[in-house]
T-cell receptor, first 113, second 115 residues
């Protein structure tokens, strides 16, 4: 079955370290997204990519970086510049048209101490 | 820019009772509207979507939603709630005129189902 795989499910890091979250999809979707979820704040868009080798900042991109070298993969790096990195991170993909739904992975919970 | 308001943070419903979750959006043109459901520690699953046509849309798991342009609302309903419906529900709005999908999500409503 096609879907989105995020790994690992839980990730622990020390403050000051960069960490990369993996997101792979086999849905043949052009568009991919990273969202951050905090309690009571819903989902906030970090970065999105409409096509390979192209990506745009979302609403809360500071302290994060991404790459899109392959259609299937859209890794997110949480850098030491991100002030409050502890959160639940969700990756999604879609065919990219305005009325097309997002397909979500099961998320990675990042804890930074 | 579009925005979404879900005024209820928590709702408790008895099993078998009816459910209505509220969603109000702000957008200058006809929006694309979605409802998603999230179980704890999981990703989001699409329940239903609206972008044109009949203003009452049917979704999975017995859910439906009604688009009311005059009230800028897209409330989610279910006639009889099951214990397995306990989850968090998110309303989202997409812009029609960007040529690309970029959703804005509400802050979610957590549904608790009592026996």
């Amino acid at each position: 079955d096609g879907g989105i795989t995020q790994s690992p499910k839980y990730l622990f890091r020390k403050e000051g370290q960069n960490v990369t979250l993996s997101c792979e999809q086999n849905l043949n979707h052009d568009a991919m997204y990273w969202y951050r979820q905090d309690p009571g704040q819903g989902l906030r868009l970090i970065y999105y990519s409409q096509i390979v080798n192209d990506f745009q900042k979302g609403d809360i991109a500071e302290g994060y970086s991404v790459s899109r070298e392959k259609k299937e993969s859209f890794p997110l790096t949480v850098t030491s510049a991100q002030k409050n990195p502890t959160a639940f991170y969700l990756c999604a993909s879609s065919i990219g048209l305005p009325d097309s739904p997002l397909h979500f992975g099961n998320g990675t919970r990042l804890t930074v101490t | 820019a579009q925005s979404v308001t879900q005024p209820d943070i928590h709702i408790t419903v008895s099993e078998g009772a009816s459910l209505e979750l509220r969603c109000n959006y702000s957008y200058g043109a006809t929006p694309y509207l979605f409802w998603y459901v999230q179980s704890p520690g999981q990703g989001l699953q699409l329940l239903l979507k609206y972008f044109s046509g009949d203003t009452l849309v049917q979704g999975i798991k017995g859910f439906e939603a009604e688009f009311k342009r005059s009230q800028s609302s897209f409330n989610l309903r279910k006639p009889s709630v099951h214990w397995s419906d306990a989850a968090e529900y998110f309303c989202a709005v997409g812009a029609v005129n960007t040529g690309f999908q970029k959703l804005v999500f509400g802050t979610g409503t957590r549904l608790l189902v009592s026996p």
